[in-house]
Structures are given as structure tokens and as C-alpha cells.
């Protein structure tokens, strides 16, 4: 085979010429800097904290039931998760409904408020028989609002749900979890034994917590935390993506190695990368809406272009995940969800082109447990500049991967910290709806790797261990080299 770093540059370079001056970063997540923990976590060089601005968001004060709002731009969904971490009302929405919010204004009684906070969709504020708010959202009648509005208190934590799982591998009693106050389970992970409950509020999560803590060292729980969605890509004129010279083949035993994508729903692909993906797994009902291509659309034609520049033909497919559904964002649970669904199911290599600076035991011990089973899971280092862990890049079972630019240097937006493991370039361009639509960031580089890992190791059967290595040794950080 032929030098595997000019496999991949060249049909790069051809994606990437003439765009670098108009597109920008595709962050996979929010930049929230929190403290790094270390156990079972890629070592970071240590980084100064930015100083304190303020943030966007929607805030209610209690005693005077007034409200603020400073919104650039945000979906309806995204501010009325910010709502309910506010407030504690249930909120519900019309499942399909879309509307941006643009809003900024101090001390407004709610009546005044909403109006602006629902982008112009119709509102019903009641109170139900347990005596909390509950608003409906909708474009037609208030019983259309069948989608209930999880709490983001803005900085990724969904505050009224917990994980709860057992360290020492027994599983935790359900029975106790569910007497616990205002608790609900609403998931069960098999691989894991963990649990997904949901509380009437982020105080009874708490309270939860600090109850299960006291009463037993082997239970640990957390709070379910968000994956925002990426930016959009951004629509060029005069860029057109090359050719696609890579054949779908079938191995004579029928058996195929299979790359777990998990992402949002992709879009049907032209017919030469459809060839390469199996029917998506919804895991969240749903679709996001818009004109240009899903995340998981340029993620999925990404992968392609790596299993092209890896091979001529192949016999690797890819199996998307859908764990994003109609909304802005997933979450640690539905991820490690969609990990435990692609391993059970054969997949041996795991794509995450996503994450966020905040740690999860929870999707840690998911991913320690595929790993473990051989399974080679490659994450996207971040977007933030920065050497700040990224996770689930930073753990050490996964494959981090930062993005280089046509230089071979690291991109300006690309992390760089001592837990990435190999960079590759982090530009593609995708062709849908009539358009062109260029996507940066390390998710691509992510994405790319996956596709290379499975040209390299197309016999299912053939261990994923020196596939690893190849890939670190062959797409090097080069050290010292900056934006």
C-alpha cells in the first residue's frame, strides 16, 4: 500500500483549496471549562482559565417571578431547556415545530416574557394538580405539545436527571431507585447495568444524590449531560467535491466489518456514498431540519472519503446511530446508549465526532467495556484552541484525533493537548440540496481516521490493536507546531 498520509492529502487538498479563507470552526460542543479529572484520563498540559464574560441565557428570579434574557439567536427548543432549569415548570412542544429566538430584556413578568421566549409560536401556562407551571408550545393546539423539554442549566448538565450505576459491576436495585422522591426510570443500559432516572426537579436530583452517596460507596451517580450539536457548515460557491473512486464489494463469506457512526440521522447520500452505509438506528425519533446537510450527513460522506483513501474497494460498511433526533443536541446517556447498541451488534469500530470538556463515569466504563471487548473507538479532540481535556476524546481507551490544515500543522481551532493521539486533516465538502457546503473541524478528522481504520482492517475478524498503531505512527502531531 501506498504512503498513507499522501493517500489522504491529496484527495484533501483538493477539497480544502480555495475555502480556508471563508469558512469557520465546526465546534463539537460548548466551550465550558471545567476542571479535568485524571482517572482513566490522557494526561493535558495544564492551561490558564479564561477570564469570566457573560453568558447567554435566560434567567427568573423567584421572589419577584420576573425574567431576563439575553438570547443572540438560540432555537426555541434550546431556550426552553434553559427555561425549565430556571423555573422547574414542565415544558412540552409541538413535536416538528422550529423557531429562532431573538430576545434581550430585563425584568419582565412572565406574561410579557414568554411571548418573546417562544420565538412566536403559541403558549399555555397552567398549573398542574401537584401545583408546578406547565407550559405548551405550539404552532396548531396546545394537546399537539407532546414533546416534554429537558432542564440545561446552560452549562451541558441536565439538572434533574441522574445515572446511577454500581462500581463494583452488581447492579443497582431498582426497586430502591424508583421509591426514591420525584424519581422516574426512564432507561436501562444492559452493558452497564445503569440506570436513567428523571426527577420533578433539579432539587430532588440532588437530594437524590446526596441520599444514594450516604447509603452506599458502591453506587455512583452523575448528572446526564448534553452534546450540543455543531455549527452548520457553511454553503460556498465555485468549490465542487472530487470524484469518488471507491467500489462497495462483498467478502466470498458474506461477513463485513462494520463502523459505528454516532451521530444525528444522515441525509440520503448520491448513490456512490449511499453504497457504504446501512439503514440508520434510531435510538432518538427524529430528524433536525434545515437546507444544508446534518452533522451526521457530512460525518457519514467524511468516513467515505476515508475508506477511499485507504483503499480502492472495500467491504466496510457503515451503520449510523441516530442519537441526536429532532433536537440541538444528545446526551451522555444517549450516546452510551448508541456505543452499547453498536457493539452488541457487531460493530467493531466506533466513531464519536462529537463531546464536551465535562466527564462522565458513565460513558468512561461504556467505552473501558467495548475497548475491552477489541473494539477501536476514535473521538474528535475538540475545537476550542486549547489543551484542555475534550471527552471522550481525553480518555485512554479512545483514539483522539486533532485536524491539521494542508500545511501538515495544526489548525488554529484544533486541540492540542498531550491526549491527542494523531491528526489528519479536518475539511470536507459535501454536495446536497443543489449546493456546496464546506465542514471544518475536528469531527471531520474524526471521521476520517474511522474510515481509514476500517480500509485497513476490512477482515472482521483481524484485531484492531495494530490498526491503531499504524494510524498514530503514520498521521503524527507534529510537536511544536502551532496555528
Given at each position: ?17 480555495g475555502?480556508l479563507?471563508?469558512v469557520?470552526a465546526?465546534?463539537t460542543?460548548?466551550k465550558?471549562?471545567t476542571p479535568p479529572t485524571?482517572?482513566g484520563?490522557?494526561?493535558?498540559r ?6 469570566a464574560?457573560?453568558?447567554?441565557g435566560?434567567?427568573?428570579?423567584a ?7 439575553s438570547i ?6 434550546r431556550?426552553?431547556s434553559?427555561?425549565r432549569?430556571q423555573t422547574g415548570w414542565r ?6 415545530v ?8 430585563r ?5 410579557e ?5 417562544v420565538?412566536?409560536?403559541n ?5 398542574g394538580?401537584?401545583?408546578r ?6 404552532a396548531t393546539q396546545?394537546r399537539s405539545?407532546?414533546?416534554e ?5 446552560g ?9 446511577v ?8 436495585d431498582r426497586?430502591?431507585l424508583?421509591?426514591l422522591?420525584g424519581?422516574?426510570?426512564?432507561g436501562?443500559n444492559?452493558?452497564?447495568g ?14 437524590a ?7 452506599s460507596g458502591d453506587?455512583?451517580a452523575?448528572?446526564?449531560?448534553r ?5 452548520a457548515?457553511?454553503a460556498v460557491?465555485g ?13 466470498p463469506?458474506?461477513t ?6 454516532i ?9 456512490e456514498f ?14 433536525g431540519?434545515?437546507?444544508?446537510p ?9 468516513m467515505?472519503r476515508?475508506?477511499?483513501?485507504g483503499?480502492s474497494?472495500?467491504?466496510t ?13 444528545a446526551?451522555?446517556?444517549?450516546v ?9 451488534e ?13 466527564d462522565?463515569?458513565?460513558?468512561r466504563?461504556?467505552i ?9 473507538v476514535v473521538?474528535?479532540a475538540?475545537?476550542n484552541g486549547?489543551?484542555?481535556s475534550?471527552?471522550p ?7 483522539a484525533?486533532?485536524?491539521?490544515g ?10 492540542r493537548g498531550?491526549f ?10 459535501v454536495?446536497?440540496?443543489?449546493r ?19 480500509a485497513l482492517?476490512?477482515?472482521?475478524q483481524a ?12 498521521f503524527?502531531?507534529q ?5
Amino acid at each position: 500500500m501506498k504512503d498513507m498520509r499522501a493517500l489522504l492529502q491529496i484527495p484533501i487538498a483538493l477539497l480544502v483549496a480555495g475555502c480556508l479563507l471563508v469558512v469557520r470552526a465546526d465546534p463539537t460542543s460548548p466551550k465550558v471549562a471545567t476542571p479535568p479529572t485524571t482517572h482513566g484520563v490522557k494526561a493535558t498540559r495544564p492551561t490558564a482559565e479564561s477570564p469570566a464574560t457573560e453568558r447567554p441565557g435566560v434567567r427568573w428570579d423567584a421572589a419577584s417571578d420576573r425574567y431576563e434574557a439575553s438570547i443572540p439567536g438560540w432555537t426555541v427548543q434550546r431556550v426552553l431547556s434553559r427555561l425549565r432549569a430556571q423555573t422547574g415548570w414542565r415544558i412540552w412542544i409541538e413535536e416538528g415545530v422550529q423557531a429562532q429566538v431573538r430576545a434581550r430584556f430585563r425584568r419582565l413578568p412572565a406574561r410579557e416574557a414568554l411571548p418573546r421566549l417562544v420565538g412566536g409560536l403559541n403558549y399555555s401556562l397552567t398549573t398542574g394538580t401537584d401545583g408546578r407551571r406547565e407550559l405548551k408550545v405550539f404552532a396548531t393546539q396546545a394537546r399537539s405539545s407532546t414533546r416534554e423539554i429537558p432542564a440545561d442549566a446552560g452549562d451541558g448538565t441536565i439538572g434533574d436527571e441522574l445515572i446511577v450505576r454500581s462500581t463494583s459491576g452488581t447492579p443497582p436495585d431498582r426497586a430502591r431507585l424508583a421509591r426514591l422522591k420525584g424519581a422516574s426510570i426512564v432507561g436501562t443500559n444492559l452493558l452497564t447495568g445503569a440506570y436513567r432516572l428523571r426527577f420533578g426537579s433539579e432539587t430532588e436530583a440532588e437530594e437524590a444524590r446526596k441520599a444514594l452517596a450516604a447509603e452506599s460507596g458502591d453506587l455512583e451517580a452523575e448528572n446526564n449531560q448534553r452534546f450540543e450539536a455543531p455549527e452548520a457548515p457553511v454553503a460556498v460557491d465555485g468549490v465542487a467535491a472530487p470524484p469518488l473512486r471507491l467500489s462497495a464489494t462483498v467478502r466470498p463469506d458474506g461477513t463485513r466489518r462494520m463502523i459505528a457512526l454516532i451521530d444525528s440521522a444522515p441525509q440520503p447520500l448520491a448513490p456512490e456514498f449511499q453504497a457504504f452505509l446501512l439503514p440508520t438506528v434510531d435510538l432518538v425519533p427524529g430528524a433536525g431540519s434545515g437546507t444544508g446537510p446534518s452533522h451526521g450527513t457530512s460525518m457519514a460522506e467524511a468516513m467515505v472519503r476515508g475508506l477511499g483513501a485507504g483503499a480502492s474497494e472495500t467491504s466496510t460498511r457503515i451503520q449510523p446511530y441516530n442519537v441526536y433526533g429532532a433536537g440541538e443536541s444528545a446526551s451522555t446517556w444517549d450516546v452510551a446508549a448508541g456505543i452499547a447498541r453498536a457493539a452488541q451488534e457487531g460493530a467493531t469500530i466506533i466513531n464519536l465526532s462529537l463531546g464536551s470538556p465535562q466527564d462522565s463515569p458513565h460513558l468512561r466504563a461504556v467505552i473501558r467495556q467495548v475497548t475491552d471487548q477489541g473494539a477501536l473507538v476514535v473521538a474528535a479532540a475538540g475545537n476550542n484552541g486549547s489543551t484542555e481535556s475534550f471527552f471522550p476524546a481525553a480518555y485512554d481507551e479512545a483514539l483522539a484525533v486533532t485536524a491539521v490544515g494542508r500545511s501538515g500543522q495544526l489548525t488554529p481551532y484544533a486541540n492540542r493537548g498531550t491526549f491527542v493521539d494523531l491528526a489528519v486533516p479536518g475539511s470536507t465538502v459535501v454536495e446536497t440540496g443543489g449546493r456546496t457546503w464546506v465542514v471544518q473541524g475536528t469531527s471531520v478528522s474524526a471521521a476520517y481516521a474511522s474510515g481509514l481504520a476500517g480500509a485497513l482492517a476490512q477482515n472482521p475478524q483481524a484485531p484492531l490493536g495494530p490498526v491503531r498503531s499504524r494510524l498514530i505512527e503514520s498521521f503524527p502531531v507534529q510537536p511544536g507546531k502551532g496555528p
